[in-house]
């Protein structure tokens, strides 16, 4: 498709347990954000990369949140070790060369952990 | 800090007018955003202001900026059922990291 892809869509996991979320930005787009979203809160900045560098992952809680973007294209978010309070929907976003920095959002990875 | 602020809900009968407003915290921020989020379905960019105007029409909505008191403002004419979702300011920090608000819930009686 021509949008933001992101799988799964719905992830069920257990506490202490390792997740990857992927996401499939739109094709050109160099620039590729992540944000978590917890219920009734807007979306919290996470990482961002310019190209398969991370230029900005000032957002990610702890280390225990990884990402990658190997070739500049798909990106995974990694959470190992995962707890209760990572439940979210985790948002994709990637963005082009319009100067104005619209930012198109997939429409998200629902995590929940037991 | 990095906090957005807006007002959480707004009840509003169709055809009224609706008036979102929004403080933000960089001075610096170029463009400044509106964005929507429908049950269901992703973010979508619904209009945004340049930091160097104070105002902006597109059709049903206004943008109305205040630089002087960070206040970003949304005013959608004619509200309609469809208008319902909930709607995000937000705005460009550090060069390119979007930092948005909490969102305010529109609701549109008929």
């Known amino acids: 498709g021509a949008g933001v892809s992101q799988t799964p869509s719905n992830k069920v996991t257990e506490k202490g347990k390792y997740v990857e979320l992927r996401c499939d930005p739109i094709?050109?787009?160099?620039?590729l954000y992540w944000y978590r979203q917890s219920l009734g809160q807007g979306p919290e900045f996470l990482i961002y990369?310019?190209?398969?560098?991370?230029?900005?992952d000032s957002g990610l809680p702890n280390d225990r949140f990884f990402a990658v973007r190997p070739e500049g294209s798909v990106s995974t978010l990694k959470i190992q070790r995962t707890e209760r309070g990572d439940s979210a929907v985790y948002l994709c976003?990637?963005?082009?060369?319009?100067?104005?920095?619209?930012?198109?959002f997939g429409e998200g990875s629902r995590l929940t952990v037991l | 800090g990095e906090d957005v602020e807006q007002s959480l809900f707004l009840s509003v009968r169709e055809g009224d007018s609706s008036v979102i407003n929004c403080t933000y915290t960089?001075?610096?921020?170029?463009?400044l955003y509106w964005y929507k989020q429908e049950p269901g379905a992703g973010l979508q960019l619904l209009t945004y202001?340049?930091?160097?105007?104070d105002m902006k029409q597109d059709q049903r909505l206004t943008v109305l900026l205040n630089k002087k008191d960070k206040h970003l403002s949304l005013r959608i004419a004619d509200t309609q059922t469809g208008d319902s979702a909930i709607y995000f300011c937000?705005?460009?920090?550090?060069?390119?990291?979007?930092?948005f608000g909490a969102g305010t819930i529109l609701r549109v009686k008929s």
């Open positions: 990369f310019q190209g398969t560098g991370a230029a900005d």
């Open positions: 937000a705005e460009i920090i550090s060069g390119n990291k979007l930092v």
């Open positions: 976003a990637s963005s082009g060369q319009d100067p104005r920095g619209e930012l198109f």
């Open positions: 094709s050109g787009h160099t620039a």
């Open positions: 960089d001075s610096s921020s170029t463009y």
């Open positions: 202001i340049f930091s160097n105007m």
